[in-house]
């Protein structure tokens, strides 16, 4: 039998075709298949936008097919250079997808995981977080949830910190933001680690504001506390709290973080894989994360296609920390069906035991080749007769001010 060295050696991994699904809850998923039939899988969701992604997915697929899927780098960064307009969240997500179910079929091609074509792990497992509080629930359904995650073997939850806050706050918003930190505290206890998620609702005063007034309940870090449009103001904001300020969801480029790093405005980088265009460019933030002494936490409330890649860049990185895991998020119970938790539903059952985690609330670090999940594709084509319906989140201010989710 031919060797899996030997078989990447060979001029067999010509892309045939790739095919995509939008399926619930709010996913956009993809597949890319082989001339001799291997597979990867990969995720171009970008939550609320799927049919544009989709639709730069099979733009780029045109220059694809017929290419050797072992030069996955130089056909990634090629689909860049190529366009003169490029860079941008629906860009980068629908060249995440292809990039990473390239790693995926290198991986598989060659027998081994991810991780040790970044270089090797560094750690065997990864500490994840949580979500809890829904989304805006008073102190007492925030409380009663949060406690509730806890009791499903959680150690670390995030929250949205706040609704959304006028440019100075005269409805309230921060009182009430005070208050819901304080109730889940006291329902979680003090060994639970909490972090809040401004998640850009609040312009700079308030950002301000809020970053010292919940600091009474000891945060392990404050995600986003402006959108990336104002990043310039997070130096200061870094200079007025004690607590580790972390962003880069909504950024798209690996240079946007240098960007931040150069001015010392964030201590926790949370690219988000699908987002900045795969697992490449995450790794190189991974890089400058470890090369400035300051930490990588992936944002990823996503599938388990983007989670395990970035679980494989997080375990080859010294600057990796923990990660985000939205299994039971309420954005994901949206579209859901059945008994099964939407987050494992469109992997084989044999694989979900590999998503539970342990006493110490870490995920083992997957040792099979490439990305090392097993994805049902029968069931992905299934749900996509379902459809994915999710959009933003419509929020307003008291005086009628539509505000940012």
């Known amino acids: 039998m031919e060797s899996d060295l030997a078989r990447l050696n060979t001029p067999s991994l010509i892309i045939d075709r790739i095919e995509t699904a939008l399926v619930p809850p709010r996913w956009g998923l993809l597949r890319i298949l082989t001339r001799d039939g291997l597979e990867g899988f990969g995720e ?43 860079a941008g969240p629906h860009f980068a997500s629908a060249l995440a997808g292809i990039e990473v179910a390239l790693w995926d079929i290198a991986g598989k091609a060659c027998g081994l995981p991810v991780h040790r074509m970044l270089g090797g792990k560094i750690r065997d497992k990864v500490k994840v977080y949580r979500w809890a509080g829904g989304n805006n629930n008073d102190p007492a359904a925030a409380a009663e949830e949060a406690a509730r995650v806890v009791e499903q073997g959680a150690l670390a ?102 960007d931040v790093v150069a001015a010392k405005g964030a201590h926790i980088l949370q690219p988000d894989l699908v987002h900045v265009g795969g697992i490449t460019p995450t790794a190189e933030i991974a890089a400058l994360a470890s090369a400035n002494g300051i930490a990588l936490a992936p944002h990823c409330p996503l ?42 539903r469109y992997l084989t059952e044999n694989t979900w035991a590999m998503f539970d985690t342990d006493d110490s609330a870490h995920i ?28 933003d989140i419509a929020m307003y201010l008291p005086d009628g001010t539509l505000a940012n989710w």
């Open 303 to 344: 599938s388990p296609i983007a989670f395990a890649a970035s679980l494989h860049v997080v375990a080859q990185s010294p600057a990796g920390w923990i990660m985000e895991w939205s299994k039971g998020i309420h954005y994901n119970a949206h579209g859901a069906t059945e008994d099964v938790d939407p987050w494992l």
């Open 44 to 86: 171009f969701t970008l939550e609320g936008q799927l049919e544009c992604t989709r639709a730069l997915v099979k733009h780029f697929g045109e220059h694809l097919i017929g290419k050797d899927a072992r030069d996955f780098r130089r056909l990634c960064r090629g689909l860049y250079d190529l366009h003169f307009y490029h």
């Open 364 to 391: 083992a670090v997957p040792e099979l080749p490439g990305l090392g999940i097993s994805v049902n594709w029968a069931e992905v084509e299934r749900a996509t007769a379902e459809a994915s319906t999710w959009r």
């Open 157 to 258: 939850l995030k929250l949205n910190a706040c609704p959304p806050l006028a440019a100075i706050d005269t409805y309230g918003g921060v009182r009430f933001a005070v208050e819901r930190a304080m109730a889940v505290r006291a329902a979680v206890g003090e060994a639970v680690d909490l972090a809040f998620d401004f998640h850009g609702r609040c312009n700079v005063p308030m950002a301000r504001r809020l970053a010292r007034e919940l600091e009474l309940v000891d945060p392990m870090f404050y995600e986003e506390p402006v959108r990336p449009d104002y990043n310039r103001w997070l130096p200061e904001i870094a200079a007025i709290t004690h607590i580790p300020i972390a962003t880069g969801e909504r950024m798209s480029t690996a240079a946007e973080f240098s």
